[in-house]
């Protein structure tokens, strides 16, 4: 819920964000309303992470409709970029043979990382994701430049649920995830997933 809810209310928040900055430099007076709804926006995020904390712990995922793929990332990206952010994508290897299940976390995971990169690196930004199927594993990498005008800072690796959803996931194909900044000011997500369930 959060992947599908948070993503969409992200790309709501980045563009009213990037009208407001251009109305007000601008001088025009719809500035002020655009900054509302991004606001509202953010409110609604706190509220909706509030409301999954008290239902973590529930049970049940009934399957509604069909799951994302890694085909479906082309889907994605437009309106990322619509959002600011300057997207790449390259794949290698046989993905299309990768189980259901299995492109379904490497959805998400490329999904959340790229939220997390407009969120906290924000319009203005380039990120690049890699996705590799090798022999026995899957790699996915996601690197971003980071804020544009050096004004955002982030966490330290490991903080907010972002990156804890990505363990999650990744640990459910016995994976690993190593997230932190890449030193150039920019921010890196690399993840190794087993072809096979934990």
């Given amino acids: 819920m959060h992947d599908l809810v948070g993503h969409h209310v992200s790309i709501i928040i980045g563009l009213a964000d990037g009208g407001a900055t251009l109305a007000g430099n601008r001088g025009e007076t719809t500035a002020e309303p655009l900054r509302l709804i991004a606001a509202t926006g953010r409110q609604a995020l706190d509220d909706l992470r509030r409301v999954l904390g008290v239902l973590r712990e529930e049970t049940g995922d009934p399957q509604l409709s069909p799951q994302p793929g890694i085909a479906d990332l082309e889907r994605l990206l437009p309106s990322l970029r619509a959002a600011g952010l300057s997207v790449s994508y ?10 259901p299940g299995l492109q379904l976390t490497v959805y998400r995971i490329v999904q959340e990382s790229l939220t997390n990169t407009l969120k906290h690196a924000g319009a203005g930004a380039v990120a690049t994701v890699t996705i590799t199927a090798g022999q026995d594993a899957i790699s996915v990498r996601v690197t971003d430049s980071g804020p544009a005008d050096d004004t955002v800072a982030r966490g330290p690796a490991g903080t907010g649920h972002g990156i804890v959803g990505i363990r999650e996931r990744a640990g459910l194909y016995g994976g690993t995830v190593t997230a932190g900044p890449d030193g150039r000011g920019g921010w890196t997500i690399d993840v190794t997933l087993d072809e096979e369930p934990a």
């Fill in 90 to 99: 390259r794949t290698t290897g046989e993905l299309h043979r990768l189980w």
